[in-house]
Nanobody, 120 residues
Framework: QVQLVESGGGLVQPGGSLRLSCAASGNILSLNDMAWYRQAPGKQRELVATITYGGTTNYADSVKGRFTISRDNAKKTVYLQMNSLKPEDTAVHYC??????????????WGQGTLVTVSS
């Protein structure tokens, strides 16, 4: 099995910053593309940012210039640095990873989610 454990969510004032972390563990031969998604109350889950194993990144237009995705392959961890946070960033943020297991099975794995609340 593969597990993703997120941390770093919480309450922050508008204009503030938070850093989310997501650590992968388990039956992992290789950790391929990783991503952050979010789901606001009453809305569909949306893609926030993606990063390849080699570090190529892509962002939703709504977070470009404010959020930065990065990863530490040795630690099997992906990060999301969120700056200039806005109330509309309030959502449960989910980590996503595409994994190749030791049995060469390709898996898509989700974390349990961490809540980010932006409010004064």
């Amino acid at each position: 099995q593969v597990q993703l454990v997120e941390s770093g969510g919480g309450l922050v004032q508008p204009g503030g910053s938070l850093r989310l972390s997501c650590a992968a563990s388990g039956n992992i031969l290789s950790l391929n593309d990783m991503a952050w998604y979010r789901q606001a109350p009453g809305k569909q889950r949306e893609l926030v940012a993606t990063i390849t194993y080699g570090g190529t990144t892509n962002y939703a237009d709504s977070v470009k210039g404010r959020f930065t995705i990065s990863r530490d392959n040795a630690k099997k961890t992906v990060y999301l640095q969120m700056n200039s946070l806005k109330p509309e960033d309030t959502a449960v943020h989910y980590c996503n990873a595409r994994v190749t297991s030791f049995s060469f099975t390709r898996l898509e794995v989700w974390g349990q989610g961490t809540l980010v609340t932006v409010s004064s």
